[in-house]
């Protein structure tokens, strides 16, 4: 009897550590569950009251197909490189790995030319037939044509009339641009990394990609003339300027002595085209991943000035910030920043281009959007014409879970915040700070002696990827269509 008791005061005991140790497992999972179905809620409920309205966007430039694939499909197999190192244009498979490895290890997006057709388009064949790749339309432009067309837009979209862009593009989008045979394609190829993959001593930090392609039609902006025949006539509530990255690195023709270069005749084009636009009409710029110092100071001189909108990620914020204040590009920065960092540069950012003297079509900056893996941010200009600015944060943010997690419907099994509890509204000494709110999520307040308006949205980030590829130009247009 004795021994008997004891084995059972010994399965009880069990039994109870048992049950504390899933009530401990268990209880954070539904706190945190609890808290993700008050944010989402919260943040459905504002998406609910801001319809899109009927506007018209003019989108530029170009067009291309997009191939899929997962980047150890593709590198997997190779070892690691010893070192990373950083190249503007890709010329070897070794030159491939390395940089490739600079960003898989940082977390952080890239695209880059390869000038080596051959390897290239080996890449493209080993993307090809490699498990689960797919193909997609791909380019800034037709993604957030894509992107404004399914939430009601009617789109003036500049490129090239492939097959594979008619066959695919939406219902609302009519093609500003001539045909081009199906033998020319362009290709680009996404090779895409999930968190904490691993690839020899290397740890992405997060899931992104890195984009490599052989492209020789979109960075001459082919599709831009056709595209400006229209536009008068279309009469857009918003331009949007994007797929200029498609110049970063790239090599033009030699310049003629007798004349500017090509790039900058190209940029000249595009600045000509937003200088048209009315003042009631707005123009937005998509910036993106450039290196190219050269290129960055073209567009400082000829497509920024002429933008009263910015969006960007935390990649190409610090990017401009650097360029604006110090002349120089950076390539890598914190793929995940604090809310205060980003703030400061923003602000730096708007103090030095919002100030314009309206000659020749320029404008002052009056809106700045970026979006970052955590959050989305948005800093207006109290008194413009752009509107809703905590909704189309909320519309930012929750596109960004769609977007990733390919599903229209948000599911927190498959959903985490990275917000802190509060954030610093400066890395300046003495900073107020703002305490988030799960059944206010969204934070706006005033500031710049209440020039501006600044909303923060948090971003539930999904767990469940499926690409990201695309993400910031949904992002980006999400919050656009909102405002406009």
């Not at 968190?195 to 992405?204: D, F, I, Q, R, S």
């Not at 009315?278 to 998509?286: I, K, L, Q, Y």
């Not at 703002?434 to 501006?452: A, K, R």
Request: glycine fraction near 8%.
């Amino acid at each position: 009897m004795g021994a008997r008791k004891v084995v059972g005061a010994g399965t009880a005991l069990s039994i109870l550590v048992l049950l504390l140790a899933y009530w401990f497992k268990t209880e954070p999972d539904s706190i945190l569950r609890g808290r993700l179905d008050h944010v989402l809620n919260a943040m459905l409920k504002v998406e609910k009251d801001f319809p899109v309205g009927e506007v018209r966007i003019a989108v530029g430039y170009g067009a291309c197909k997009d191939i899929f694939a997962k980047g150890s499909q593709i590198l997997g197999d190779l070892p690691a490189p010893e070192n990373t190192a950083h190249y503007g244009r890709i010329e070897t498979m070794e030159q491939l790995m390395e940089v490739y490895a600079l960003f898989f290890a940082a977390g952080s997006a890239a695209e880059r030319y390869i000038s080596n057709d051959t390897l290239f388009e080996e890449l493209v064949e080993m993307a090809e037939a490699a498990t689960d790749s797919y193909s997609a339309l791909g380019g800034n432009a037709p993604v957030m044509a894509t992107r404004f067309a399914m939430e009601g837009a009617k789109v003036l979209l500049s490129a090239k009339k492939a097959n594979y862009l008619q066959s695919q593009v939406h219902s609302n989008i009519k093609i500003a641009g001539e045909e081009r045979s199906e033998v020319n394609d362009d290709i680009h190829l996404i090779l895409e990394y999930k968190t904490n993959e691993v690839w020899g001593k290397y740890k992405a930090p997060r899931a992104n990609r890195f984009i490599v392609h052989s492209d020789n039609d979109n960075p001459g902006i082919s599709s831009a003339e056709e595209f400006g025949t229209q536009l008068v006539h279309f009469n857009p509530h918003l331009l949007v300027v994007g797929g200029l990255q498609m110049m970063d690195n790239f090599p033009f023709p030699p310049d003629d002595p007798r004349r500017s270069g090509v790039q900058e005749e190209r940029l000249k084009i595009v600045r000509d085209q937003m200088a048209q636009m009315t003042p009631s009409s707005r123009v937005h710029f998509e910036m993106a991943s450039f290196t190219d110092l050269g290129l960055m100071m073209n567009l400082a001189q000829y497509i920024i000035p002429y933008a009263d909108s910015l969006g960007m990620n935390e990649q190409e914020l610090p990017n401009l910030y650097s360029l604006l204040k110090y002349g120089n590009v950076s390539v890598l920065s914190d793929f995940n920043p604090r809310v205060a960092i980003v703030l400061d540069q923003m602000r730096e950012v708007y103090k030095l281009l919002s100030q314009s003297d309206g000659v020749d079509g320029r404008r002052a900056l009056t809106r700045l959007h970026v979006h970052t893996l955590a959050y989305q941010a948005i800093m207006v200009k109290r008194g413009s014409s752009w509107t809703n600015n905590k909704a189309a944060a909320v519309k930012a943010a929750l596109t960004a879970n769609r977007h990733v997690c390919g599903n229209p419907e948000i599911k927190i099994e498959n959903a985490r915040l990275l917000m802190d509890e509060g954030f610093s509204l400066s890395e300046a000494e003495g900073a107020g700070r703002v305490m988030f709110d799960d059944e206010q999520p969204v934070s706006c307040w005033n500031e710049l002696n209440g020039e501006v308006e600044v909303c923060i949205a948090p971003v539930l980030v999904c767990t469940a990827v499926r690409q990201t590829a695309g993400g910031g130009d949904n992002i980006s247009a999400a919050g656009l269509v909102l405002q406009i």
